[in-house]
């Protein structure tokens, strides 16, 4: 018996099965990394600008803390749920350690609708959930970050419950803050630049030119906006794009300036267009050179990954591709170049990583710097995850998470059991 349920444990979990068959991990083994250390649930309640008192369900999961404290983003969503939180904790843990990142993996969240909240609502349950987990959280044992439904201003409100709890400031509690209030310069836009980078890699690994060629981008969020800033900087042509409202498509190519004005004034993609308005499903089958599936989980289903017809697979988003998809791809790995998430979208970990360091330090660095250090950091993942696959005739997921599982399983053993 477990308390983790739900399709997306389920596929964090199967594919932790693959990897420890690969590896040939000990079933003895196998529970200690798979399941969290801890998991906290919590009850957030708040006063609503009416007067009433409501009363939401907030999450915590810590994977591991064996490599050091546990790091991960913290979601408002409305159809939130523990096992969804635990997968992805699971998933932070590979991706820390694939990048060598001195962190276990964590995440947490509240089952909240944001766009329901006034702005007075979203900083009382802000404040009111950080307040309920500062007996589980810190600076040297979980560090949050912002991820789906949150962003500057949560984490900001984060950091000063936290600091007045303490009765000092202390920045280093959460990473993706204003850099008024010691953010770091190009973390907003470091996972989607990070997609960016990483799919020129695989370009010039698949002697693919990016000027001129094709992209298709699923989310309009931090993550898919800049991934398309990004790809249409290298000279690619953006012929699709969609979010949870929308979805255009026109293969002579769509106005990047034009998508990101609109955005940025309505906060949605519904509106841009009536001309090019396209299936959302369809999108991400038709033909393209590079697909950044940068939304959510499991979108690309068994009979999706068949019908595919793109050169790259870019995973901007944590889970977007179901075990039985990547079965197909497999079979299609001479066809479909594959970034896997752990890889592709660990841009925001790792400068969350130089915004901890720069705190605990107090020394700040340029974002220049920061963009440098970044791209060091991929480069050497993706040269790893490369040489890895071929070495052990493997598909490139396989080699990125057998990499994350090793080091956390080395770093578990060497420590040993307490007792």
């Not at 820390?96 to 979203?122: F, M």
């Not at 900001?156 to 993706?176: C, K, L, N, P």
């Not at 695989?202 to 800049?226: D, E, M, R």
Request: charged letters at 20%; hydrophobic letters at 40%; a neutral charge.
């Amino acid at each position: 018996m477990t308390i983790y349920t739900g399709p997306v444990f389920d596929m964090a979990r199967q594919q932790f099965r693959v990897i420890a068959d690969h590896l040939d991990i000990p079933l003895d083994e196998r529970e200690r990394l798979l399941f969290p250390k801890r998991a906290v649930t919590v009850a957030c309640p708040i006063h609503r600008d009416d007067g009433s008192v409501a009363v939401f369900h907030g999450y915590r999961v810590q994977h591991h803390l064996t490599r050091g404290p546990t790091k991960g983003g913290t979601r408002f969503s409305a159809d939130l749920r523990i096992g969804e939180v635990a997968a992805l904790a699971i998933w932070m843990s590979w991706k820390c350690a694939l990048t060598n990142l001195p962190y276990g993996g964590a995440k947490g969240g509240v089952a909240v609708d944001p766009p329901s909240l006034s702005r007075h609502e979203l900083e009382n349950l802000s404040r009111r959930y950080m307040q309920e987990m500062i007996p589980f959280v810190g600076p040297h044992t979980d560090v949050m970050a912002p991820d789906m439904g949150t962003n500057e201003q949560v984490m900001a409100w984060f950091m000063d419950t936290y600091s007045m709890h303490q009765g000092r400031t202390v920045m280093e509690i959460v990473t993706g803050k204003p850099v008024a209030s010691g953010g770091t310069e190009g973390r907003r836009e470091a996972t989607g630049r990070g997609v960016g980078f990483l799919v020129e890699r695989a370009c010039q690994k698949i002697g693919l030119n990016p000027s001129g060629a094709t992209a298709v981008v699923q989310g309009f969020g931090n993550v898919g906006s800049v991934a398309m800033q990004s790809l249409a900087e290298r000279g690619m042509r953006i012929i699709g794009v969609a979010d949870h409202t929308a979805c255009y498509y026109d293969p002579r190519g769509l106005n990047v300036n034009a998508l990101l004005k609109h955005a940025a004034a309505k906060g949605v993609l519904a509106g841009f267009s009536n001309e090019v308005a396209f299936h959302p499903r369809e999108l991400l089958a038709q033909k393209c050179d590079v697909l950044v599936p940068a939304a959510i989980e499991r979108v690309i289903d068994a009979d999706l990954a068949t019908r595919l017809q793109c050169r790259i697979l870019a995973e901007g988003a944590n889970g977007p591709t179901t075990p039985e998809a990547d079965e197909v791809l497999d079979q299609r790995r001479r066809e479909v170049f594959v970034i896997p998430d752990i890889l592709c979208n660990a841009g925001g970990v790792v400068v969350s990583y130089f915004e901890w360091v720069q705190d605990l330090q107090q020394l700040f660095w340029d974002e220049a710097e920061v963009m440098h250090r970044l791209y060091q950091v991929l480069h050497k993942a993706f040269q790893q995850v490369m040489a890895r696959a071929e070495h052990d005739g493997v598909g490139h997921r396989t080699a990125a998470m057998a990499i994350g599982v090793e080091r956390v399983r080395s770093a578990k053993n060497v420590r040993g059991l307490f007792p």
